[in-house]
């Protein structure tokens, strides 16, 4: 449930190797390589289920396993999206929903619902996110953006839909929403004429034997896990209103989870199973990614695996699992990390064992040349700056009317307030500058240099439509995954097969870059002066794609 990363780059090796099944050992030797000393402090509770199920619980402080057990609750956050597609899935299957029935079947008659150009939502732009719909609700005034969904209820869900405009015609472009989750959840549960949580109780949790999952209402014996920021601080939990908790409100021990991937494998079967199984198949839209209802699908050999990631204000959650190999993964956490990269390397890392495990974050001292080149005024956010100093070695941020906070450093590359949760992560450009981007409460900010003294670079031309037209189209950056180009609002747009689109400025002839997130996109034309292929640049790697 947080922001979308612009980071470009294949998630899923292109082959696999069989493997004799993982013991608890061997599951708990990789895990402590990934995270013991991890400046996150974070616990993980990990599984792998395959003809036998491995488990292990890891702290990257030793001393700190006490914090979770086989008792403990995690929220696992967007995960609970799959198990949301269940309950719709199970639906279609009596008869009651279809995929292609437009949303307002499924609201109070007179609701306003928005469409673009007489092409209206339907049931399948929720469920794949190409809804056009606002990525978060209207939250109006939120008393506490530690929890901020907890007062989103059913009247606010709607007072969000009316004042909502869409911008492209549904099922034509991949952008995650929060918002539409929730809408869906109601939507269900005034379907099925009950709450929520009930509804995954009786049709989801029972059968698949998940008897410790909840929303709000907790089962006796098990322990709520308390959530934990980035730079180790404890944080509220996020709670949920229950008939908008869809969108991430489910909270699960780690062998609930086991249950449930033993579940979307087939390896049990109960009442639900007809339903996750259609909720696995893939839905075709017009947008540049692949999924089936709520599952993100990424190419493994010859075939696909389903993977789904979850973050909350003080969790995060993993889920993964091949049909073809009958292999899946859980990775459950008491610690947000999102905004440090998440789970995903550990996760892949067993699912596939060539694929980079990770390394843990640990605090280090930052390289003088660097600190020297990021100290300066940035533009931060409209009406208010940053100021990066340097001092003895450390770095200071300090924002318009705002206190002074020293920043640590860590291993991977990224800056970290002592004081509170936030980010400021660094990519090295092709010229040698650095593009920063402070992360903070699931939300991206890109941080432009204010140059002192310097003189403003003569503006460009901007592209006409014609030219900016000439650019779009479909770049194959690996197998199963391309570079989607084109033209919105009289701007050039990039889209990433399986994540959201983002805006690319010219800054050279057939040259374009989105500085905050350190991508530069440059152009090649043939000889006829046609553009037929693309390098992109990021992170000190350099991709050739050809236009398809």
Partial sequence: MKYSKHILGVAIALASVQ???????????????????????????????????????????????????????????????????????????????SLEDPITAYLPKGTVVPDFEGKPILIKHLVTHTSGLPVVPDFGSVPNM????????????????????????????????????MLLTSMIAKRAN???ESLLRAKLFSPTGMGTAYINQK???????????PNGKSTPAWTFQTNAAGV??????????????????????SAISPALKLTQEQIKTDANNKMAMNWMLAPLDAHQVHVHEGGTGGFSAFTLFDLEKQRGVVILSDT???????????GNHLLDKRLPLGKARKAKQPDAELLKALVGEYDFVPGMKMTLTSKDGRLYSQATGQAVYEMAYDSAGDFYPLEFDATIRTQKKS??????LFLQSGAAFPLKKVEAGSTAKPSLQKPSAEQLQSYAGVYGL???FDLKVFVEKGGLMAQATGQGAFEIEQTAKDQFAAEAYGIEIHFERDGAGNVQSLKLLQAGHVTPAKKK
């Fill in 219 to 229: 089962p006796d014996g098990i322990k709520a896990a308390q959530g934990h920021t």
């Fill in 146 to 181: 530690e929890n901020p969904y907890a007062k989103v209820d059913e009247a606010s869900l709607m007072k969000t839909l009316a004042s909502a405009k869409l911008q492209r015609a549904p099922g034509s472009q991949f952008e995650y929403s929060n918002y539409a989750m």
């Fill in 248 to 269: 991430g409100g489910v909270r699960a021990t780690l062998d609930d989870m086991v249950n449930y991937v033993q579940a979307e494998l087939g390896k049990t079967q």
């Fill in 478 to 480: 690996g197998p199963n």
């Fill in 336 to 346: 947000a990390l999102t905004s440090v990269g998440g789970l995903g390397s550990l």
């Fill in 194 to 196: 009950t709450d929520f």
């Fill in 19 to 97: 493997a004799a099944a993982m013991t608890d050992g061997e599951l708990k030797s990789i895990t402590e390589q990934r995270l013991l000393g991890d400046r996150t402090g974070a616990c993980f509770a990990v599984a792998v289920i395959e003809e036998t199920v491995s488990r292990a619980y890891v702290c990257a402080d030793p001393n700190d396993l006490n914090r979770i057990s086989p008792k403990t609750a995690f929220e696992i956050g967007s995960v609970t999206k799959t198990m949301t597609s269940a309950l719709l899935a199970d639906l279609i299957l009596q008869g009651k929903a």
């Fill in 431 to 436: 010229d040698g500058s650095y593009a920063l």
